[in-house]
């Protein structure tokens, strides 16, 4: 009968791209958002345009989001669209995902019938009750950025303020302050993380005895932001911090100056290794340092992809996809698109630059396996990486980059920030690192390929805990990308697709740029005290060494006493299951590869 009717959905509940996806996704051949199109009547006064108008250009931007999630995916037309249920859930239970959602993937569990219902109730008693906030006015929202009396967010005014204070005065007790705010989630359930509970591997051991942090910050790479998302002022000072400590920065898909691939020598300065006219807030360098970029990512051979660059990396990223919007190539709009960065990118001034979906033209297995020997051979001294993003079935694909003979491969969560992002990509799309991190590391043992491949997680990895989770779910490096910026002075205005970022870090503006305020030194004392964190609970666990952590994830559990009404359900065994192999069986990089 479903091929001779069609499915009509009235809703007051749909009013974003993705509510229209999703029920487009699940069977939906129309949908008529009438709460949707009756407040923008009401508003219409306000906003002064007539509400047909009002509705007209609604429509057309549901209409835009729409085209721009399908061609994510890689479908043509919305008859392909319908009922493909290309989504996974997250948070929902099995029997409830079996009812309703067949054939969905849910790892987690979660939420049944009965919350859903319990949710609908409490939502129509806040609308219809007597909170004098909401007697005239929508709520607040915050779901893209922080409001008050709004959705919660990790970055918020107070957490952003402690570490950009304690990173500039390097005082440890103001970073152990913002570390508490980010782990205890406790009230605020922000992260699937911040659910779990670690475990000691044995008696504690005295601090000095642990791994030293000069070694474990060897392990941080900061993410790829292209020089033109960022402010050529930030992206040379993260390269700057993570040289002087032995970590990686990351050129994004933006290029790099050549003036940068040298060192540095006594009483230089940045404006006088790449020019007076390319900075606008110059920082003075020691002897010895470098603004080179020690990975160079590759997306699609273009945007500054040459073979001298190429040939000045430690490792060559080839980007398959981007964590916090899967399907879909980087973007830079037209307005971030100055002299200098044009002349990076072998492309026009003010002509935006989108690299296309499926990056690289990279179809099958075969063709990464192609380009993974054509970089070796464009540079036979660096190890070559793919970034993946987390999502159902990343296991295998890692597996078969690593059979492909990558030497590195990169889960991207879902909840990266990016630079030059339109708002719509910017939830809804990829999951938690979390969830990848452990179908990679399970796989990949299952299969006997863990010893031959590097694994590192990224997507808002901000505190000591999270790198120590991290290893205990397996990965052997961690990516940090907002979290700099914020101590490079963001202040999480959320305008960087815009090109007015106030404190010169995500922009091109020449007067915005100059008043950056960060320096190399406090993104060094960073990383050195998530390290140094990243110590003192490895002494309260018995661990001394690094190594020992990763791939235990034997060593977390669920926290107890979570009280919220919704998190009861949740069930994390499968992402704590440690895959029954031989002793001989690597869980991590086999030291003949490192």
């Not at 790892?107 to 859903?116: P, R, T, Y």
């Not at 952003?160 to 204070?165: E, P, S, V, Y």
């Amino acid at each position: 009968l479903r091929t001779s009717a069609g499915l009509v959905v009235d809703t007051g509940s749909a009013r974003e791209v993705h509510h229209f996806a999703l029920l487009a996704g699940y069977g939906a051949e129309a949908v008529c958002p009438w709460l949707a199109f009756e407040t923008l009547a009401d508003m219409a006064p306000a906003l002064k345009v007539e509400a047909k108008e009002a509705k007209k250009r609604f429509v057309k931007a549901i209409n835009k989001g729409l085209l721009k999630v399908m061609s994510k995916m890689g479908i043509s037309t919305y008859q392909s669209y319908c009922g493909a249920q290309i989504f996974e859930a997250i948070g929902l239970n099995s029997a409830f995902v079996g009812e309703y959602f067949s054939g969905t993937a849910s790892n987690v569990q979660g939420i049944g019938l009965a919350e859903v219902a319990e949710e609908t109730m409490r939502m129509h008693r806040a609308a219809f009750g007597a909170d004098p906030v909401l007697a005239n006015a929508l709520e607040a929202g915050g779901e893209y950025a922080w409001r008050t009396r709004g959705e919660e967010h990790m970055w918020t005014p107070e957490s952003i303020a402690k570490l950009q204070h304690a990173t500039r005065s390097g005082k440890v007790e103001t970073y152990k302050e913002y570390a508490k705010l980010i782990n205890d989630q406790t009230k605020r359930h922000m992260t699937l993380r911040g659910l779990f509970a670690i475990q000691p591997a044995g008696a504690p051991v005295p601090l000095e005895e642990v791994e030293p942090a000069k070694e474990i910050v060897k392990r941080f790479a900061t993410g790829a932001m292209s020089l033109g998302s960022i402010s050529t002022e930030a992206h040379s000072t993260l390269a700057i911090a993570m040289n002087r400590i032995g970590g990686k920065s990351n050129t994004g898909e933006g290029g790099e100056d050549p003036r940068r691939f040298r060192k540095v020598g006594k009483g230089e300065t940045v404006a006088g290794v790449i020019g007076d006219s390319r900075i606008e807030r110059d920082i003075p360098l020691q002897e010895g340092d470098s603004l080179r970029s020690a990975i160079k990512q590759v997306a699609s051979g273009r945007f500054g992809v040459t073979t001298e660059y190429l040939a000045n990396a430690d490792q060559i990223q080839i980007k398959m996809a981007q964590g916090a919007k899967p399907g879909e190539g980087g973007q830079l709009p037209g307005h971030k698109v100055s002299e200098y960065i044009g002349f990076l990118r072998h492309s026009v001034p003010g002509v935006g630059l989108i690299s296309p979906p499926p990056h690289h033209d990279i179809y099958s297995i075969e063709d990464l396996a192609q380009l993974i020997h054509d970089l070796k051979n464009a540079n036979p001294q660096a190890s070559i990486s793919v970034k993946l993003v987390s999502e159902t079935g990343v296991g295998t694909v890692a597996a078969g980059v690593a059979k492909a003979k990558a030497d590195h491969v990169v889960i991207a969560g879902h909840d990266g920030g990016t630079g030059a992002s339109p708002i719509s990509s910017i939830k809804h799309a990829g999951t938690p690192w979390e969830l990848g991190l452990a179908e990679t590391q399970q796989t990949l043992v299952l299969n006997r390929l863990r010893g031959r491949i590097r694994v590192q997680a990224d997507g808002q990895m901000k505190t000591g805990r999270d790198v120590l989770i991290g290893a205990l779910l397996g990965a052997d490096e961690f990516g940090f990308a907002t979290a700099p910026l914020v101590v490079e002075g963001c202040i999480m205005m959320r305008k960087c697709h815009l090109n007015t970022c106030p404190v010169g870090v995500a922009t091109q503006d020449p007067v915005l740029r100059q008043r950056f305020t960060g320096q190399p030194e406090h993104v060094v004392n960073y990383f050195f005290f998530v390290a140094e964190e990243v110590r003192e609970l490895m002494a309260e666990m018995g661990v001394r060494s690094f190594d020992e952590l990763i791939g235990r994830s034997d060593l977390l559990d669920m926290r107890e006493g979570i009280d919220h009404w919704k998190a009861r359900g949740l069930d994390f065994s499968r992402i704590f299951h440690m895959p029954e192999v031989p002793a001989e069986v690597a869980r991590q990089l086999a030291a003949t590869n490192r």
